[in-house]
């Protein structure tokens, strides 16, 4: 509970922050950093502002996920490798939304949790029905609890290539393309209400 209060308002933080002039002032950098400089926008105040909000949601976070653990052990928390993986998921998803960083941390840890009892499946039951047929027990001793890890990795890896066909994110490009259909069916659907309304309209004789 504490966890999600905390998330909630540093996204409702990030949200204003974004709305408002130092939001704007990274939005007319990103554009255009020469026509931003030449309406007076510093773009270095600007980042050093971002780098410092960035920098201070990062260590609260590493501090609730280190009072989590019980422990605060770099090494331990936070390899290079979890760390590839982290980059790659959020990019994909979309680093410049927030329900994409909210997802991205879902899924870092449920996905794997989940693969975890997956493969964990098999020998529990190997376990718990030792008269299981022959076939049924090689065919499920094949299948490794170790293989959890390495599987979402593989799978995070598999996601990162969707950022060659949508840089702007897999949320950002599913919302768009809902937010389309939408409109392309509420366009269907008033061009049919409009014939059906010409085709019934009485018709004057001369």
Known sequence: LFAALCLTVIALAVIRVRQGTTGRFLQAIQSSPTAANSIGISGGRSRIIAFTLAAGIAGFGGGLLASF????????????????????LVISAGARSIQAAVFSGIM????????????????????????????????????????????????FGIGAFTYAKHPEGIIEAQTNSSVTAVLRWT??????????SST??????A
């Open 69 to 88: 653990a019980g422990r605060a052990n770099y090494q331990a928390s936070f390899p290079y490798v979890v760390g590839l993986v982290w980059v790659a």
């Open 200 to 205: 019934d309209a009485p018709r004057v004789s």
């Open 187 to 196: 366009e269907r659907r008033k061009a049919k209400i409009a014939a059906n």
């Open 108 to 155: 870092f840890f449920l996905l794997p949790a989940t693969l975890n009892r997956v493969f964990s499946w098999p020998e529990n039951y190997l376990e718990a029905h030792q008269q299981a047929p022959e076939w049924m027990q090689n065919l499920l001793g094949l299948v490794q609890p170790n293989w959890a890890l390495p599987v979402s990795f593989i799978l």
